[in-house]
């Protein structure tokens, strides 16, 4: 009996010894996790966010994604106390504007060295907003571009030049007594309307130099004068926008156009749902914000983008996570949930890209333009919206007015 019980428990510890050995032997692998600090976009819903993070998951052993959700409003206080904290995301959504403040901190990293050439060769040029002295800091996640609609109301014309755009604002204005054109003119945050004329005309706001770094201003260069030339002629001479515009700015100016009361205006992605708000009756067009003769469209985009925190630990995998988050199965749908075109060009061309608006803003990001991320241009875009209303008043000529600008731009930048 004694004999049995002891190779009873000789036959129990071998059995046991595999396991013991494998418990002692081997340790589980660390997973490489990827912080994601996700900005809650209107339209973003849960479900999607939580499967996004659990196929990626589902599909890597060796790696593990945490999506976190951030309110906009206080995404920059919580990457700004991670990145004090020598704690912050390997990712995170960002404003585009915020990659200045990063670089000075020297936070971030150039994201295309973590993700794959696939990846970096799908992105339109156009949304490229976070390309800073030539390497991209930021991956473009959403960016909206600029595109003309156009009330058909009124106007069933396609400007191919913005000579041709003002004949039929003039035709429409005397034959309809409707505006021909919508122009903000009130000073705000933003200089789109200028720049919109600025980039039609072929200008920018300062030389770029060889190394990629801003040089002198140049909104008064022939271009910049034309384009404030033609904006004073549009407003004041041919009077074929609507009145007072000198204090109406964007939000204010544009319901003017959903009441269906101006041909043209120059608008964003948001036209569609905004139109339904102000239950528009009229049916639209949408077009290229088109150049002056001799020159290209050229819209101006503003962009969102994730950038990749120096001193996060994994790095590797987070590009990894971008290069399968960029795939057309989850940032198509992203982009649909939020409602802003693809930066993506594979994803561009899928079916449900295809509606007007959608061809018309994908098309414009393809050559589009953004503002130049420099230290200081809050400041400069104050000093450019003085001139541009001194000239508007008829005070100064558009040449002394961007003359004088310009001046005052070099001055504090050490030009």
Known sequence: ???????LSILIVLLLVPFLAGAGGQKEVE????????????????????????????????????IVPVPWRGLHDKLTTALAGGKPPEISVIGTRWLLEFMELDAVEEVTQYLSKSTVDNIAPGAME???????????????????????????????????????AIRVKNSTGAYGLLMP???????????YYLFAAGGDFFKVESDGSYGKCTINSEAGVKALTFMNRLANEDKVVQEGYISLDRVEAHPIFYAGKAAYVMIGAWVESAMEGA?????????????????????????????????????????????FFYKDEWKARFDELVGFPPVTIS????????SPLYKALGEAALNAKGWPLMEGFAEYTEITWDAI?????????????????ASKIDKLRGK
Not at 185 to 195: C, H, M, N, P, R
Not at 347 to 354: E, G, I, R, V, Y
Not at 391 to 396: I, K, P, V
Request: proline share 3%; hydrophobic share 40%; aromatic share 10%.
């Open 389 to 405: 209303q001194e000239a508007h008043l008829g005070r100064m000529s558009p040449k002394d007015a961007l003359d004088e600008a």
């Open 279 to 323: 239950k528009s009756t009229f049916k639209v067009k949408y077009a290229q914000i088109p150049g002056f003769a001799g020159h290209e469209s050229t819209s101006l985009i503003i962009t969102d983008s994730i950038c990749i925190f120096k001193d996060a630990k994994n790095k590797e995998a987070a590009g990894k996570f971008l290069d």
């Open 1 to 7: 009996m004694k004999r049995s019980k002891l190779f």
């Open 130 to 168: 976070a390309k800073i002295k030539g390497k991209l800091m930021g991956l473009p996640v959403a960016a909206g571009a600029r595109i003309m609609a156009m009330n058909t109301d009124l106007t069933t014309k396609v400007p191919k030049t913005m000579e041709e755009l003002r004949e039929e």
């Open 185 to 195: 003119g009130k000073k705000y945050t933003e200089l789109t309307d200028f720049a």
């Open 347 to 354: 994803a561009s061309k899928l079916p449900q890209f295809q």
């Open 31 to 66: 997973k490489a996790k990827v912080t994601f600090y996700w900005a809650t976009y209107d339209g973003l819903t849960e479900e999607f966010r939580a499967s996004l993070q659990d196929a990626f998951n589902a599909a890597h052993d060796d790696m593990e994604v945490d």
